[in-house]
């Protein structure tokens, strides 16, 4: 087989998907099949029952990934995004998790996360530039 290397600057999803399914492939083999199940917590407005923010993520690997996090401006302060992290949590637990990763920036919520019992496991420096974007883990213990 002869390969050549060319650069798009629109890739299309068929392309994508040519890329990532070898990739799935190979992670598949070595981890055995799984296939990453989406959830969300919606935050819907009580009147016009849109959705307004809430938490949307995946579990893969048995580890939830929180991709989304988003509070109201006018419910933040209240409750509502520990709340949320409280939902999210007892979700994993129940579909037997390890734990919940997370990513943020230094001009969102890291010490939110924190407060939430998260640690931190790695940041990148200046990304966007002047600014920190973080990596954040909560390993779950098992119920008492």
């Not at 299309?12 to 099949?33: F, K, V, W």
């Not at 296939?35 to 819907?44: D, G, K, N, Q, S």
């Not at 979700?91 to 019992?117: M, S």
Request: glycine share 8%.
């Amino acid at each position: 087989m002869t390969l050549r290397i060319e650069r798009t600057d629109a890739p299309t999803d068929e392309e994508r998907q040519a890329i990532l399914a070898p990739l799935r492939a190979y992670n598949s083999a070595q981890t055995g099949a799984t296939v990453p199940e989406l959830v969300a917590l919606l935050i819907r407005d009580e009147h016009s029952t849109e959705v307004v923010g809430g938490l949307y993520g995946r579990i893969f690997f048995r580890w939830l990934y929180i991709e989304l996090l988003v509070v109201p401006e006018q419910a933040r302060g209240q409750g509502t995004g520990s709340t949320l992290m409280q939902m999210a949590e007892d979700l994993a637990r129940e579909k037997n998790c390890v734990g919940i990763f997370l990513d943020t920036f230094d001009f969102q919520a890291p010490a939110f996360y924190r407060k939430q019992g998260f640690t931190e496991v790695g940041h990148i420096d200046d990304y966007p530039p002047g600014h920190q974007h973080f990596f954040f883990q909560k390993r779950l213990k098992a119920a008492d």
